[in-house]
């Protein structure tokens, strides 16, 4: 399969991720904190070749351009979590930014290039929840890619892996160092499930089943 002359991905995660998935020319992704429908985004190649699936994030403008940009996809409006309810979004100038996590907010916060727009409540469901309720009967998630700006381990935390257990993933790992990989939460937590890390772009983790 040819690869696409542009990387759409911040970092070319697209490129690698379309070698990882090559065996399977149309299939079925969930973006978690998908951002945007073109610029940035780790599915949008995917989706140039076929692929469909669900992407979720909690800003009213990203849903709305991916409804207009990627029709389809299905397009959720929420924030996805272990503690479903109402939880408050706050917004900055560089909407990649956007965090429902505390302790990201106040480092962005501090960021004198980042601006605070304000805040919106927004509704939090689990991943599991969306899974059960929006992936079409008979069919099996392949990637998942995640990029929550702090909130990245919990939105893993909340899946059902005995049922929705994709053999790729993607997921956005500020804190891991290649040379200290196993104090990575999101490593230690994504191993005992049968993933193995196989590559990291700066920021983003990529992890293979099996």
């Known amino acids: 399969m040819a690869f696409p002359i542009e990387s759409f991905s911040s970092f070319g995660e697209d490129r690698l991720i379309l070698k990882f998935l090559a065996k399977r020319p149309a299939g079925f992704y969930v973006d978690v904190g998908a ?28 849903i709305a351009a991916f409804r207009r940009e990627r029709p389809e996809d299905l397009a959720l409006q929420v924030a996805v979590g272990t503690a479903p309810g109402k939880v408050t979004l706050h917004l900055f100038n560089d909407r990649s930014m956007n965090t429902t996590d505390a302790a990201s907010f106040a480092k962005t916060l501090a960021n004198p290039r980042k601006r ?30 995640i990029d929550c700006e702090g909130a990245d381990l919990d939105v893993l935390r909340s899946n059902d892996w ?37 590559s990291h772009l700066h920021y983003t983790s990529i992890y293979r089943l099996g």
């Open 35 to 62: 951002h945007a429908p073109i610029d940035y985004s780790n599915t949008y190649a995917l989706y140039l070749r076929g692929w469909r699936g669900i992407a979720v994030d909690p800003d009213p403008d990203a």
């Open 116 to 145: 605070h727009l304000g805040d919106i409540v927004v509704e939090r469901v689990t991943l599991a929840g969306i899974l059960d309720r929006h992936v079409p009967a008979g069919r099996q998630v392949d990637f998942i890619n």
């Open 162 to 198: 005995a049922r929705f257990h994709p053999s790729l993933l993607a997921v956005e790992d500020l804190d891991l160092d290649l040379e200290r990989v196993t104090e990575s939460q999101i490593f230690r937590f994504l191993r005992p499930l049968g993933y193995r890390l196989v």
